[in-house]
């Protein structure tokens, strides 16, 4: 089905040798994809190798511009994927269309293949657990920045889809650069499990190895009972009296970042492109 479809949304013929109506297929196909908002999430879903069976736009020229201006390596895919409709339809179909009027539907990568990744060893960077977090936004961001510091994977444990479109939104379209799935606590990923808390270590004297698996509670309470029990070291940030703690995607940042910093040559200070 996917195949038939990428040529649909493209505008080009079916094997059959029909044009495919994109909206048709957008129709097909939005309960069961993952929504990619606006030019950015579709730009990272591309360099990511995402499965994009349909892309819309009601100004295609404008969306090339932006590309030739913002992301040049992406302007000839786009070119290819895009087709036009109009904004009352686009708008139909995406109600909170993003500002720069690009939306598309990606294939969710399988949870086999997800796991597989996640439990592949060696593991050459962590994996990021967020211990039933509540605000799909914190999701979102944590993605983003697992993404950029190349982390294996983010998990989340608890009811919230780290899929939800809202999450995705917040990820920019970084899902596709890292493997985000839903586990139990029994079945997180091995490795040594350090687990965030302010009561914990202080994680300026440790060194976080490649394989670590660093936990983060809720927002609301924390690190649950299950997780605390499982983790091997308990680690906290550096903060100071009468702070009660800090932001749930911050504290992800600080301690990707600390992990990273023992690590030079593995990351440019600056990517290509913002
Ligand atoms: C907003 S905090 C949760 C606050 C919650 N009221 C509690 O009792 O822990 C979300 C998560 O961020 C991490 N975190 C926040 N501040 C931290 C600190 N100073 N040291 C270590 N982890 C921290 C922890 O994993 C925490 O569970």
New binding site residues.
């Given amino acids: 089905m996917a195949d038939s479809a990428a040529v649909a949304g493209s505008g080009r013929p079916s094997r059959a040798g029909v044009a495919e109506d994109p909206v048709r297929v957008w129709r097909g196909l939005a309960g069961s994809h993952v929504l990619l908002d606006g030019f950015h999430a579709l730009k990272h879903a591309l360099r990511f190798d995402a499965r994009i069976p349909v892309a819309l736009t009601a100004d295609k020229p404008a969306v090339l511009a932006l590309a030739e201006d913002l992301a040049p390596d992406v302007t000839a895919a786009l070119d290819v994927l895009l087709a036009e409709t109009d904004e009352v339809t686009l708008r139909a179909l995406v109600p909170r269309l993003h500002p720069t009027a690009v939306a598309a539907l990606a294939v969710r990568p399988s949870r086999a293949a997800n796991l597989g990744v996640l439990e592949r060893a060696p593991r050459s960077a962590p994996v990021v657990v967020l ?1 039933d977090p509540r605000n799909l936004g914190n999701a979102g961001a944590v993605i983003r920045l697992a993404a950029g510091f190349g982390a294996t994977g983010v998990v989340t444990t608890g009811t919230l889809d780290p899929w939800h479109p809202t999450v995705v939104r917040g990820g920019a379209g970084l899902h596709f650069a890292t493997a985000v799935e839903r586990v139990d606590v029994p079945e997180l990923p091995a490795g040594p499990l350090f ?4 009561e ?1 270590e202080d994680i300026r004297g440790l060194e976080i190895p490649d394989d670590a698996v660093l ?9 649950s009972a299950g997780l605390r029990a499982r983790a091997d070291h308990l ?5 100071r009296p009468q702070v ?5 995607a911050t ?1 992800v940042g600080m301690t990707l970042f600390h992990w990273s910093s023992g690590r030079p040559d593995r990351l440019t200070a600056r990517q290509p492109e913002a």
Avoid at 215 to 223: D, H, I, K, M, Y
Avoid at 235 to 239: A, E, I, K, N
């Fill in positions: 211990d687990a965030l808390d302010a914990g936990a983060f509670g809720s927002e609301r309470s924390g690190l680690v906290s940030l550096p903060m009660s703690s800090y932001n749930l504290s």
